[in-house]
């Protein structure tokens, strides 16, 4: 090469260099260093699942409501926990970090995974005719006398968040084998072991758009979209689950 190398050349000369450290050789020879991967733990690499059902065809519930929560608020809580995990990574090799700094971003890792946890399992029991049936409605007979008692009391536990922010969660616990609607504020909140069978988002987030601030509204619409199917399908993996 001329001692003042034109444009070209000095491209070409970078471009031979940069495939030779492709294949694993710098200039010197030698096979460079690379960053070690990330473990599972800390990799921050979750992807949103797909909506299950086609949103225009939602009873009571706009296709714009549904995409937005789906894109924005669950979207979000996706891209957050990916963030956390790999913040939570490189914290961690600072030794003089204090515990507590630490600490915070815990909490953050808890918040965003039961936000993703809770948001997939909503979406994936939307799409449905809302006529209960099968193991579900057997259990839920059993555990609250009738199908209309249980659904007297999730309305119920719904509207009382209704306005606010939470969690409507029919939980079957493998532990003690009850099955129960719980209260939840936020996404932190289920009972240990509480395998989640039914989930209704009551942020406002989720009816806002369509119903203002008629939650009860919202909670009427819900309960005609239910996919018990895939209730069912929760159901018979939670009582497998908790025999011992």
Known sequence: MSSNPSRRELLATLGAGGAAIALGRGASG????TAPERP????????????????????????????????????????????????LDAMLADRDLPAFVYGDLKREELVRTGSVVLHERYFANLGGDGRASGAALDLIKRAFGSYEQWEAEFRRTANALGGGSGWVILALNLHTGELHN?????????????APLLVLDMYEHSYHMDFGAA?????????????????????EWAQRAARP
């Open 182 to 194: 719980y209260w939840a504020s936020d996404h932190m909140h289920n009972a240990p072991l509480g």
């Open 30 to 33: 030698q096979t460079p260093v």
């Open 215 to 235: 939650a009860a509204q919202y909670v009427d619409a819900f309960m005609k979209n239910v996919q018990w199917d895939e209730v069912n399908r929760r159901t």
């Open 40 to 87: 599972p733990a800390f990799r921050g690499q979750h992807q949103p699942r797909p909506l299950p059902f086609d949103p225009a065809r939602l009873k009571g519930l706009s296709e714009k409501l549904v995409r937005s929560h789906w894109e924005h608020n669950y979207g979000g809580a996706v891209r957050a926990l990916n963030t956390v995990e790999q913040r």
